[in-house]
């Protein structure tokens, strides 16, 4: 079964390295303050545990290289591992240690509108 990547609002494509390593839909419940957020959350909870940002740092870039890896090698990867990359990416955009640029970071795609086959204007009408 075939995932839905595209919500009411579109889709987030999340790039690491040049990567894309996740693509996630854009709805009114998972926006991208809620993508924040839960770059957000795993700081404030790492913190609670007893990792400095450093220890968080160290984690959080090992473990994005290491999708960015498997998915180069084109080794699969397992849905709760792209879901802490994810985590990962927004935390250390949230610390603004990577830019959102070309190369690490966010697209957002709008929803694509469908077109009526039947109300298509076709180019070559005599």
């Known amino acids: 079964m ?3 990547r595209e919500g009411n609002k579109g ?3 999340l790039f690491f390295k040049g990567t894309l390593f996740a693509m996630y839909p854009l709805s009114d ?3 991208l303050d809620y993508y924040y957020d839960t770059g957000e959350d795993i700081i404030r ?3 609670e545990m007893g990792y400095n940002i450093k220890q968080q740092l160290i984690v959080y870039y090992g ?5 960015e890896r498997r998915k180069r090698e084109k080794l699969p990867i397992y849905a709760s591992d792209l879901d802490k990359a994810t985590h ?3 935390a250390l955009l949230r610390l603004r240690l990577i830019e959102d640029d ?3 970071g966010y697209l957002i795609m709008s929803k694509r ?3 009526n086959p039947k109300n298509r204007s076709h180019l070559c009408q005599l």
């Not at 473990?63 to 999708?67: A, C, E, M, S």
């Open 45 to 47: 909870k790492s913190k």
């Open 88 to 90: 990962a990416l927004f």
């Open 2 to 4: 075939k995932k839905n």
């Open 63 to 67: 473990f994005l290289n290491k999708i």
């Open 11 to 13: 889709s987030i494509s």
């Open 113 to 115: 509108k469908r077109v």
């Open 102 to 104: 070309e190369i690490n």
């Open 29 to 31: 419940e998972y926006n």
